[in-house]
């Protein structure tokens, strides 16, 4: 039965890897968000380094969070109106493993290519050198969370009038622990350079309380969804 | 103590009559939204399930208040 | 038989609110009166704040509430959601904005509060901050619940809402401590109070218990008007209106 499990949540990664690949621009959308949004802000504070180095961390983190909550909407909406979401549903297989395996297909399309793309905007940003690891290392922690916890509304929202806007009202609160501990640890590093170990650690602590438990809720509000 | 120094609470008159003031307002609010939103909706079922006015009037406002 | 046991909690309840709201209000009006006069009145000024305190014994307990009824309400929603109990939905909903309009107070009142003690109306103290949080996921809560026409959906959706939220606030409320005395400058802040006193305890205690029954109160008289509203089709709610006798 394990197998099965695992076996179909691969089935499910693989299929949704493929169908994103091919709604490459909605992928692509959060990617872009990510880097104007970056590049609107030396614009807005002014070119100096040292005051855009004060608030890269802030800003960068801030950004990322955006991105994310921009991508949510993608997540069950083409597969509720196509009515794959129901066939899930009705598959022998415990809901909260496929949706698992969706969103960590989501992850990979969406919040690895930000994370990966964050050096070339910490740059920008006049970010230190040092601390574009933790930059890096904090997104690779954070998104993640970021994508679980947003899954939550995201389900819930599915069919609601308006609710595109009422996802980022939903989520935006719930993220504010990972975007403090997020930016902390860039900025920590940006400083001193060995006090992020912690920030990230707590990052590392959120993600696996989010892989507990935002599976099971997200499943939860699709059946209330789709009922 | 005097009424115009018991108004004056210290130097700190504006921000303490405003904080009870803004409160007041809120419980106040809180207390007329409720009644109101219950009037209209007794109304609006007394209209929507009118057949027959008069006999059971009586009985409606007492409950209503 | 069925359909008579079905809405039989809802109108028992319908009934037991009426009785009780005179009651209850009576307690709130007394407990309101005795508490402005004992903290306006009767507490001698604080030696270091001066009168300024005296905005304690309404922020404080509102804070306390707007915690509380974030969590009587997602309790209520978790118990609609679990056991399908329609009343518990209805608790759930009308608690939304009573906890809504006490976050409100408390960070309105918090914010004049700060005005005299740090020369600026807004200061991202820690229990301001969580405040302002908690506001936003009541208004979330309330979003989400008027969104949904379908009752039900709008009852089980919002609990999830609310669960996911009553688990993730210690988070955010530690989160928001942390960073709040990793940046705190070396000024005053509104926890860093003088030693509280009994005669600035006794005010507070009952001012708390006042805006506590109040909550009692309103939400009584508002579980009432959705109880009457959801069950319109209901034989007994007819009876009341006095379609059939």
Redesign the interface.
């Known amino acids: 039965m394990t197998g099965g499990v695992l076996g179909a949540m691969r089935a499910v990664f693989v299929r949704e890897l493929l169908v994103f690949w091919r709604r490459s621009t909605e992928v692509m959308t959060a990617l872009v968000f990510f880097l104007i949004v970056t590049t609107l802000f030396p614009l807005a504070i002014g070119p100096e380094r040292r005051e855009l180095m004060l608030v890269a961390p802030g800003v960068l983190w801030v950004a990322a969070l955006l991105a994310t909550t921009l991508s949510l909407n993608h997540l069950f909406a083409s597969d509720y109106q196509d009515g794959s979401l129901e066939q899930m549903l009705m598959s022998p297989y415990p809901l909260s493993a496929m949706v698992l395996a969706k969103i960590a297909a989501h992850w990979v399309l969406t919040g690895l290519p930000l994370a990966l793309l964050s050096p070339l905007l910490a740059v920008q940003m006049a970010l230190p050198t040092k601390a574009i690891g933790t930059l890096v290392g904090s997104l690779l922690l954070g998104t993640p969370t970021l994508t679980l916890i947003g899954a939550v509304p995201a389900a819930l929202t599915l069919g609601v009038r308006g609710g595109g806007v009422l996802v980022s009202l939903l989520v935006l609160p719930l993220y504010t622990p990972v975007l403090i501990f997020g930016a902390e640890a860039v900025a920590a590093s940006a400083g001193q350079g060995f006090a992020s170990v912690a920030h990230l650690s707590l990052l590392g602590a959120f993600l696996a309380l989010a892989l507990s438990f935002a599976p099971w809720a997200s499943s939860a509000a699709l059946r209330v969804s789709l009922d | 103590?005097t009424l115009p120094a018991?108004l004056q609470?210290?130097?700190?008159s504006v921000?303490?009559w405003?904080?009870?003031g803004?409160?007041a307002i809120?419980?106040f609010?809180?207390?007329v939204q409720?009644?109101i939103?219950?009037r209209k909706?007794?109304e609006r079922?007394?209209r929507?399930?009118?057949?027959?006015d008069g006999?059971?009037?009586e009985?409606?406002d007492e409950?209503a208040e | 038989m069925k359909l008579i046991h079905k809405y039989a909690a809802p109108k028992r309840f319908y009934e037991l609110a009426g009785t009780l709201t005179p009651g209850l209000a009576i307690i709130t009006v007394v407990l309101f009166v005795s508490g402005l006069y004992l903290g306006l009145y009767w507490a001698p000024p604080d030696y270091q704040q001066g009168n300024a305190y005296r905005i304690m014994f309404v922020h404080v307990p509102n804070a306390w509430m707007s915690m509380m009824a974030y969590v009587a309400m997602a309790g209520f929603a978790a118990a609609g959601y679990i056991w399908n109990v329609r009343l518990a939905d209805i608790l759930a909903k009308v608690t939304a904005p009573l906890g809504a309009s006490f976050t409100l107070t408390a960070l309105v009142t918090g914010s004049l509060w700060g005005k005299p003690m740090w020369g600026t109306y807004w200061v991202w103290d820690a229990r301001l901050t969580s405040e302002l949080i908690l506001l936003f996921l009541y208004v979330g809560y309330m979003a989400l619940q008027a969104s949904i026409d379908d009752p039900r959906r709008a009852a089980h959706a919002s609990a999830i809402l609310a669960i996911v939220g009553v688990v993730n606030i210690p988070i955010i409320h530690y989160s928001v401590y942390w960073w709040h005395t990793l940046h705190q400058p070396a000024s005053l802040t509104l926890t860093n109070q003088p030693k509280i006193y009994i005669t600035m305890l006794i005010p507070l205690i009952i001012m708390s218990l006042g805006f506590m029954f109040f909550y009692l109160t309103m939400l009584c008289v508002r579980a009432r008007s959705e109880i009457l509203w959801r069950e319109r089709h209901a034989d007994w709610v007819r009876k009341l209106v006095g379609l059939e006798t």
Do not use: C, S
């Open positions: 103590m018991f609470m210290g130097r700190f921000f303490i405003g904080a009870y803004f409160t809120i419980v609010l809180n207390v409720p009644l939103q219950k909706m007794w079922l007394r929507n399930l009118d057949d027959d006999g059971g009037e009985v409606v409950e």
